[in-house]
């Protein structure tokens, strides 16, 4: 199971940090996703980190702005997400998979989701 926290209501240029915690999962053996979905649209891939956490990529609109980071020992991955835009506002969902990718079909294991909302 994958537990999102950290959302919340920040302000545009504000940071903010999500937490994904596992249990009943090893999160060490699994390459970690986070994607988010605002209403109305399709969830669409924000980050992704390899097992190790040697390899990362991100989706262009957040390039820059947000860190993906693990940490194995603690069973957790992390989205450092800063300055924030009121299009970032959307919930956020961690996801594990045995191939890493931007596409959420080869994610097998996802969280319930933690809201963002960024005001301008």
């Known amino acids: 199971q994958l537990v999102e926290s950290g959302g919340g209501l920040v302000q545009a240029g504000g940071s903010l940090r999500l937490s994904c915690a596992a249990s009943g999962l090893f999160l060490s053996g699994y390459h970690m996703g986070w994607f988010r979905q605002a209403p109305g649209t399709e969830r669409e891939f924000v980050a992704a980190?390899?097992?190790?956490?040697?390899?990362?990529i991100y989706a262009d609109s957040v390039k820059g702005r947000f860190v993906i980071s693990r940490n194995n020992a603690e069973n957790t991955v992390y989205l450092q997400m800063n300055s924030l835009k009121p299009e970032d506002t959307a919930a956020y969902y961690c996801?594990?998979?045995?191939?890493?990718?931007?596409?959420?079909?080869?994610?097998?294991?996802w969280g319930q989701g933690t809201q963002l909302t960024v005001s301008s």
């Open positions: 996801a594990a998979t045995f191939l890493m990718s931007r596409s959420s079909g080869t994610y097998n294991s």
């Open positions: 980190i390899s097992s190790s956490g040697a390899s990362t």
